[in-house]
Each structure stands twice: as structure tokens, then as C-alpha cells.
T-cell receptor, first 115, second 112 residues
Framework: AQSVAQPEDQVNVAEGNPLTVKCTYS??????LFWYVQYPNRGLQFLLK??????LVKGSYGFEAEFNKSQTSFHLKKPSALVSDSALYFC?????????????FGPGTRLSVLP | DSGVTQTPKHLITATGQRVTLRCSPR?????VYWYQQSLDQGLQFLIQ???????AKGNILERFSAQQFPDLHSELNLSSLELGDSALYFC???????????FGPGTRLLVL
């Protein structure tokens, strides 16, 4: 079965500094990996995904993620954090074949960007 | 705005009751997914429908059921509600089977 781990419950970073939110995964076959962000009282918003191709994936709001197959990681990064980036971040892996699918989500990492 | 709509936004009910949550997918999307988000369980996949057919099933209780109608909107029915069913219920949609899922704003259910 597919699984996702986000080893940090909380990440604190100062505004303007680079940020990293960590994700490791366990899948059988090729991984389909996703990052979503959840703001308070809002639904999940799609940030980016890795299906195949370049290991560095660029997404919305200046975020990017680095896929590392040997380390089974898919860390989310941003060169310069904004206070408005403070939110709950979820890593997810697609589970399923050609017939049906679902996403397996990590437990989430709360990012706090301090002014 | 993802284009996925969910109604109602909030629902307060009593134990033992039955409720129906509604989801309209993005225009053109054929797949609909339901998820439950609670503090202790995190985000849990419940069920997926594709063009009216059930395609994948997750941790969905027997007291819960869902369907997708010909116009592609979906309903999640929760019956014999218990306190532990209090959670945020999300609907998501995607074009097909392997595309990105886009999430609605959720329905917050409180069972008293």
C-alpha cells in the first residue's frame, strides 16, 4: 500500500528566508506525487505535482518541489517565504491503477512564517 | 476558487440522524471523490465515482453511502450519525482517472 510521511508537524521560518517542508513516500511502481495547501476554513488548493520528467517541479505561488527517487522524498521548497504562506501543507501520493484512484495524504505540516 | 461546489457549508444535527451532502464537480470533470478530514484521523479517502460508476472505495463506513447522478453531481449520505462523525467532508473532482484532483470548500458537520 502507498504511504506518505511528513516528519515535521510544524515548521517555523522567518519572512524572506527559504523554506522547506519535507515529505517521504512509499509506493509500488512509479510515484505520482502532489502537494496541496489548506488555509484556515478553506478547502485544499493544488500546488504542484510530479508524474515524470524533471526532478525539480515548479508550481503555484512560487513553490517548487524536488523529487529524489533514491531517497524517496518529495520536499516542497520556496526561495523566499511570505507571511501569507502560513498554512497547512499536505503531501499526497496517488494510489490506484487504470480503473480507480484515490489519494493517500500525509498528516500535514503546519508552516508558520514569522514577520 | 477551484470550481468545485459543496452544499451546505455547515450542518449541525443530532446523533442517530441522517444527512445528505452535495457536490458539483468542475465543468467537464467526470470523477468525483469524497474525503473526510478529522483531527485524529487526518484526511481519509472515502469513495470515488467516475461517470456514474463507483471506482474506488476507501475507509467508508457501512452507514455512509454515495452516488453520482447523470448530471455528474454527487451526494454523500451519512446515516445513524455518531458523535465521531463530526468532521469536515471534502469533495474533489478530476477530469479522468489520473489527473489532478481539485477540492471543494468542504462541508463542516457537527453531530451533537
Amino acid at each position: 500500500a502507498q504511504s506518505v510521511a511528513q516528519p515535521e508537524d510544524q515548521v517555523n521560518v522567518a519572512e524572506g528566508n527559504p523554506l522547506t517542508v519535507k515529505c517521504t513516500y512509499s509506493v509500488s511502481g512509479n510515484p505520482y506525487l502532489f502537494w496541496y495547501v489548506q488555509y484556515p476554513n478553506r478547502g485544499l488548493q493544488f500546488l504542484l505535482k510530479y508524474i515524470t520528467g524533471d526532478n525539480l517541479v515548479k508550481g503555484s505561488y512560487g513553490f517548487e518541489a524536488e523529487f529524489n527517487k533514491s531517497q524517496t522524498s518529495f520536499h516542497l521548497k520556496k526561495p523566499s517565504a511570505l507571511v501569507s504562506d502560513s498554512a497547512l501543507y499536505f503531501c499526497a501520493v496517488r494510489d490506484g491503477g487504470n480503473y480507480g484512484q484515490n489519494f493517500v495524504f500525509g498528516p500535514g505540516t503546519r508552516l508558520s512564517v514569522l514577520p | 476558487d477551484s470550481g468545485v461546489t459543496q452544499t451546505p457549508k455547515h450542518l449541525i444535527t443530532a446523533t442517530g440522524q441522517r444527512v445528505t451532502l452535495r457536490c458539483s464537480p468542475r465543468s467537464g470533470d467526470l470523477s468525483v471523490y469524497w474525503y473526510q478530514q478529522s483531527l485524529d484521523q487526518g484526511l481519509q479517502f472515502l469513495i470515488q465515482y467516475y461517470n456514474g460508476e463507483e471506482r474506488a472505495k476507501g475507509n467508508i463506513l457501512e452507514r455512509f453511502s454515495a452516488q453520482q447522478f447523470p448530471d455528474l453531481h454527487s451526494e454523500l449520505n451519512l446515516s445513524s450519525l455518531e458523535l465521531g462523525d463530526s468532521a469536515l467532508y471534502f469533495c474533489a473532482s478530476s477530469l479522468g482517472q489520473k489527473e489532478t484532483q481539485y477540492f471543494g470548500p468542504g462541508t463542516r458537520l457537527l453531530v451533537l
